[in-house]
């Protein structure tokens, strides 16, 4: 779905290498497409965690402004049997319309599929253990943390940019 981008066994082996030097490793699974990309959720988020992902989140597909003509001129290339189905269940989960730029509801959506998707996965989530993980990490070490120094006096050169060091 993203050109360019990196394909997923090699997303997997940067997962496991940062995993094994000991480097907490979070999965954003996104964007959750109905139809598309949501049947292969739990997949994907077990891929993620026998990789060591050690925490995840998800994002359902957001389609702002020009995204969205865009998005269905992909889906009736692409997917032409479901792109209907895919478009009304997206309309579902942001009541009636392509977009809901609403905070708190534009990652996840609303309704009875935003709510299915949600549950299932919290669930593959338990089952895999990726929030235990997340969290075995522990609170923030800030023992190293330092202040900056206080900003110098200024002078007759101040306002140039290499004051700013």
């Given at each position: ?88 269940r997206i309309r579902d989960m942001r009541g009636g319309k392509d977009y809901e730029a609403e905070f708190g509801t534009r990652m996840r959506g ?19 253990g990726l929030g235990e993980r997340a969290r075995s990490f522990g609170a923030m070490d800030t023992a190293r943390f330092r202040s900056p120094m ?16």
């Open positions: 779905l993203e050109p360019r981008a990196a394909a997923p066994a090699r997303r997997l082996r940067t997962i496991r290498t940062l995993a094994e030097a000991g480097i907490p490793v979070g999965v954003s699974v996104a964007p959750v497409i109905p139809f598309v990309t949501e049947p292969d959720l739990e997949r994907v988020l077990a891929a993620a965690a026998e990789a060591g992902a050690s925490g995840a989140s998800y994002i359902v597909l957001r389609l702002p402004w020009e995204v969205s003509p865009l998005f269905q001129q992909w889906l009736q290339a692409h997917f032409l049997d479901r792109a209907q189905r895919v478009m009304n609303e309704g009875i599929w935003a709510d299915l998707i949600r549950q299932r996965f919290e669930k593959a989530v338990r089952r895999l206080p900003p110098k006096p200024p002078t007759q050169t101040s306002g140039r940019q290499f004051d700013l060091f």
